[in-house]
């Protein structure tokens, strides 16, 4: 893997009013993926950062998802006007 969102898909994402990140719980650390996420994006445009955005969390459901103590988890230490939201 490792190609990139996709220079279609960013232009894309640079319509949007705000920015939904999925993760997968699963992941051995899913918290990377939405660091990865972010430097794309603010590597194509630093502003994208800026707008609203809605982290969601799924597969919280199996043993394995990565489910820490509010003040411990790394996905709490996101931007400021993210809004972390973790659903099965």
């Not at 319509?15 to 899913?30: S, Y």
């Not at 509010?70 to 659903?87: G, H, M």
Request: charged share 15%.
């Amino acid at each position: 893997m490792n190609r990139g969102l996709g220079i279609q898909f960013l232009k894309h994402v640079e319509r949007c009013a705000a920015l939904l990140f999925l993760l997968d719980l699963a992941a051995p650390e899913p918290w990377t993926h939405l660091e990865v996420l972010q430097f794309e994006l603010s590597q194509f445009n630093p502003n994208l950062l800026q707008r609203p955005q809605l982290v969601v969390g799924n597969k919280l459901d199996l043993p394995q998802a990565k489910v820490m103590p509010f003040t411990s988890n790394p996905l709490y230490r996101v931007q400021k006007n993210s809004i972390p939201k973790f659903v099965s």
